[in-house]
């Protein structure tokens, strides 16, 4: 191997990194652009299967990679989210979604404007430009996506290019030939390949590069890509491998699904190109390859369909064993660990994703501090010895979704996010401690109800009524800030700070009325105390309603400043 041949190998290795990093930031630029999109779009999944195929398709089209789709898909099994049947569909979806792909990499040769050395360098300008000059967080994802998508080409380029003087080499005829001849074999090295680089689309990119110079042959291209498309499974039954039951029958139906549809294709093939020889040692493009891998995926998604309960049932003959509940302590309370399952850890592949979870969940710990607050208030209202036990209860569901959250938002905060997702999950860390110390002056308030339970005592009517007023605003306040958020909304966190100082004015004037009456003989000393405990713990719950409020605001600002 002389010096030439030494260069030429690096430069292809080059050109494989480049291109390997050009789809991983042009896939992280999209999923920033996308942002919580991607939550929304998972939304929709309902029972109906051809939309959770569409869900699919459009999700790894977005995030470039079939495997991170489906470890987001197992993540969500494990977590509850999903159930089998929904993930069945998304699972088909990806397999077309990782398609589009192999398109981008035909595009040298729909033309010479849409050749790599003609606009790849002025992308990467445009998307340096947009990357270092521009504030807006938008068109920051812009200009990743741009540089991502040019250094794609421009590796694609350098691989083509370091292939090119040895295209007439024996090596790669015959190499192609034993594969042609031996479809066991090209379809094992297919999944091997993919297998180790973990992403069918870089392999088939990879073997489109092989195409761009005419070196391979239908024979061997075919049976190569089905093996692709059984090793891309390989990163979800890895991940699967630490998930429950349902996330491993998950990862199992993706690769029984690959499987069988290597199979039916690969039975096909062989029998056409036994009729047609000539057609299967002709030379196959990288816009056949595209073409190919398109018409398998979707052929196979519709072939399998009607069959998607019995591989749902078959992975579970395959999967033995009962679900357990992991991701939260053996003390922790039913709901804590249903929280742990969906924050499971697979979501973090997807940064955006992530984070939207978090934000979802922190509005579902909101929920359960309002619903607290109220048994509180009704176990004041009814003297009810058994709604303060539920308060008791439901401080524990509290105490422990926020631990959960807590190290789950850490994680959030270690990945790959934007300086304002940053100093969203930093507000969402904020947010769970205030909710969760407005939660503790809700059970503040029940060992108050129970203390006037045990001693018999009682508010007068017009304690009672000024109670009420106080009550029902700092409620207010608290499911509002939560709404806002959940949303997002500027409006609703406006509308607290009106509630919180409405609270603070009644919460002066009514000590103040409470007094009087005290001094006057028409209430108990010791209901007194108790009234005026009550308030200061509403008031100081109507504090936490504004902090969370207002970081909704600052949030809004922050994003109305970058537009």
Not at 33 to 52: D, E, P, V, W
Not at 109 to 125: D, Q
Not at 363 to 376: D, P
Not at 382 to 409: C, H, P, R
């Amino acid at each position: 191997m002389g010096i030439e041949d030494v260069s030429m190998l690096f430069k292809f290795v080059g050109g494989l990194g480049m291109f390997l990093y050009g789809m991983h930031i042009m896939a992280e630029g999209l999923q920033h652009f996308a942002g919580g999109r991607m939550q929304k779009l998972m939304s929709f999944l309902t029972k109906n299967r051809i939309m959770a195929i569409l869900v699919g398709t459009l999700v790894t089209a977005v995030i470039q990679s079939s495997s991170a789709t489906t470890v987001m898909v197992v993540g969500f099994v494990n977590a509850g989210m999903l159930n089998l049947s929904q993930a069945v569909g998304v699972i088909m979806g990806a397999n077309i979604g990782t398609t589009v792909t192999a398109w981008i990499v035909s595009m040298s040769e729909w033309g010479s404007v849409f050749k790599p050395e003609f606009f790849a360098p002025l992308l990467l300008g445009i998307g340096a430009f947009c990357l270092l000059f521009v504030k807006s967080d938008k068109k920051k994802r812009v200009g990743e996506i741009l540089i991502g998508f040019s250094v794609l080409f421009i590796g694609l380029s350098f691989m083509s290019e370091a292939i090119k003087p040895y295209r007439d080499s024996p090596i790669f005829s015959q190499a192609f030939a034993v594969l042609g001849k031996n479809p066991v074999l090209a379809v094992l090295t297919g999944a091997v390949v993919t297998a180790i680089i973990q992403s069918s689309s870089a392999s088939v990119g990879i073997l489109q590069t092989l195409a761009l110079n005419g070196v391979v042959n239908w024979r061997s291209a075919v049976f190569i890509t089905l093996g692709q498309n059984i090793g891309t499974c390989v990163t979800a039954l890895l991940s699967g491998a630490g998930a429950g039951r349902n996330g491993r029958r998950a990862s199992m139906i993706h690769l029984l699904f690959n499987v069988f549809g290597a199979i039916i294709f690969g039975v096909v093939m062989y029998v056409l190109f036994v009729i047609f020889p000539a057609w299967g040692s002709s030379t196959m493009s990288s816009v056949d390859i595209s073409a190919f891998h398109t018409v398998f995926n979707i052929t196979c998604t519709f072939l399998m369909l009607p069959f998607a309960d019995k591989l749902v049932d078959l992975s579970g003959k395959m999967v033995r064993g009962a679900d357990e509940l992991i991701g939260a302590g053996e003390a922790d309370t039913d709901a804590v660990k249903k929280l742990a399952r969906r924050l499971d850890k697979r979501i973090l592949t997807n940064p955006s994703f992530a984070l939207a979870t978090a934000q979802k969940e922190v509005a579902a710990m909101g929920r359960a501090a309002c619903q607290n607050l109220e048994t509180a208030l009704v176990a004041v209202r009814d003297e009810s010895a058994q709604k303060v036990q539920e308060v008791y209860e439901k401080e524990k569901d509290i105490n422990g979704m926020e631990k959960v959250l807590t190290a789950f938002l850490v994680e959030v905060d270690n990945l790959s996010l934007t300086e304002f997702q940053h100093e969203q999950v930093k507000n969402l860390f904020y947010t769970v401690s205030d909710m969760e110390r407005a939660g503790d002056h809700a059970e503040n308030i029940a060992e108050l109800a129970e203390n006037m339970a045990k001693n018999n005592l009682s508010f007068s009517k017009k304690g009672k009524s000024d109670l009420e007023l106080i009550s029902a605003q700092t409620m207010q306040a608290m499911q509002i800030a939560v709404e806002a958020r959940e949303n997002g909304s500027a409006e609703a966190a406006a509308s607290v700070q009106v509630l919180e100082q409405s609270v603070d004015m009644l919460e002066d004037e009514l000590r103040e009325k409470h007094i009087r009456r005290l001094s006057r003989g028409k209430c108990a000393p010791e209901s007194g105390v108790i009234f005026l405990d009550i308030i200061s713990n509403l008031e100081r719950i109507a504090d936490h309603a504004i902090n969370i409020a207002d970081y909704v605001r600052a949030e809004c600002r922050q994003e109305d400043d970058k537009r």
